[in-house]
Nanobody, 116 residues
Framework: QVQVVESGGGLVQGGGSLTLSCTAS????MGWFRQAPGKEREFVAA????????AYAESVKGRSTISRGSAKNTVYLQMNSLKPEDTAVYYC?????????????WGQGTQVTVSS
C-alpha cells in the first residue's frame, strides 16, 4: 500500500501563496484533492509519475502549479492568488491519470485556511 505524507498547509491571507508537499513511498501518478467543510472531496491537480503530464481543476488553473522534486517521489502544489474559497483540507493520493480519480487510501491531509 502506498504511503503518503502531506505537509505545508497553514493560514494565509487572501491573495497570498502557499506550497504544499507530498512524499510518497514510490513513484506513481499523483494528485492533490481537497475537501471544504460541508462539501465533497474534489480533484485539484495531478501529475504523471515522470512529471511530464499535468492536469488541473478549472477552479485552480492558472493559479496553481503541480510539480515533482528531483527525487520524483515528492510532489508539490504551489498555489498563488489564494481565495477564501480555497480553504479546505488538502490531500495527496495516487491517481488514475485518465479519470483523475484517487486510487489509494487517504492520509491525514493538511489544512489550508485563507482569510479574506
Amino acid at each position: 500500500q502506498v504511503q503518503v505524507v502531506e505537509s505545508g498547509g497553514g493560514l494565509v491571507q487572501g491573495g497570498g501563496s502557499l506550497t504544499l508537499s507530498c512524499t510518497a513511498s514510490g513513484r506513481y501518478h499523483m494528485g492533490w484533492f481537497r475537501q471544504a467543510p460541508g462539501k465533497e472531496r474534489e480533484f485539484v491537480a495531478a501529475i504523471s509519475w515522470n512529471g511530464v503530464n499535468t492536469a488541473y481543476a478549472e477552479s485552480v488553473k492558472g493559479r496553481s502549479t503541480i510539480s515533482r522534486g528531483s527525487a520524483k517521489n515528492t510532489v508539490y502544489l504551489q498555489m498563488n492568488s489564494l481565495k477564501p474559497e480555497d480553504t479546505a483540507v488538502y490531500y495527496c493520493n495516487t491517481v488514475d491519470f485518465e479519470s483523475l480519480r484517487a486510487s489509494g487510501s487517504w492520509g491525514q491531509g493538511t489544512q489550508v485556511t485563507v482569510s479574506s
